[in-house]
């Protein structure tokens, strides 16, 4: 079983965001990033009301339902290059969110989710059926215009938007 473990790393307290108008600091703290990270996790925890298939889960970090993985060669089980790949089942999807602080150490490329130093990965996968990803990707677009609307020196995500329209579009 995949397993996705949130980061949330410390750094200084007092981070500086600077505008691109004025070259002027704002500072952001610690706490404003705590309640960010907090907020996204606890939006995502509450659409276990509203889908039933979110009912079993436990963490907003990392979430599988109807999804199995299986090895590219299974006539090679323990090979470090023999990757996974997702069947889904009917209406299956997965989803992680994993938050860290300054550069990615990690090998993946990928454009994060800004909240100032605070970044957010949002990696999901779904087997056609999409309106529980839709709807994370709307409740993390709508933190990041909030985000944006009290720090203006930063630009919302727009890929947010456009995954979003994808994702509520009916699919064939």
Known sequence: MRIMIMLLLSGLLGVQCVTAETNA???????????????????VMALKESF?????????????????WVLDDP????????????????DGYWFALQFYRGQWGGAAMFIPIDFGD?????????????????????ILRE???????????????EGLVGTARKLAAPQP
């Open 25 to 43: 600091p704002q500072s952001i703290s610690e706490q404003e990033y705590a309640q960010v990270s907090k907020r996204i996790l606890d939006r």
């Open 52 to 68: 039933p298939s979110m009912s079993n889960m436990t963490s907003a970090v990392h979430y599988e339902y109807n999804v199995k």
């Open 75 to 90: 006539t090679k089980p323990h090979s470090k290059t023999n990757g996974r790949h997702e069947l889904f089942g009917k």
């Open 118 to 138: 605070l970044k957010l990965w949002f990696q999901f996968g779904h087997g056609g059926n999409a309106k529980e990803i839709a709807a994370i990707t709307s």
């Open 143 to 157: 933190e990041n215009e909030a985000f944006c609307r009290q720090h203006p020196e930063q630009s919302p995500n």
